[in-house]
């Protein structure tokens, strides 16, 4: 969970923040800006999206569900 977890993160690299359609992206963008991430982007849309307007994926099928 990224409220006990996002300690483990880097600070000094820019940081993607994407989940698969967008929906709690925004929320983890806010909550690392509160605790001094500064380098945060946030894809509103998340994977789906991406994959729709036809951008590169690249999928580990062994992690498939």
Do not use: Q
């Not at 992206?25 to 500064?38: P, R, S, V």
């Not at 945060?40 to 690249?58: E, M, P, S, T, Y």
């Amino acid at each position: 969970m990224l409220t006990e977890d996002y300690g483990c993160l880097p600070s000094n690299v820019p940081l993607a923040i994407v989940d698969t359609v967008g929906l709690c992206n925004h929320d983890a963008k806010e909550f690392l800006l509160i605790e001094g991430y500064m380098n945060i982007v946030n894809f509103a849309g998340g994977i789906v999206d991406w994959d729709c307007d036809g951008l590169h994926l690249r999928v580990d099928k062994t992690e498939l569900l």
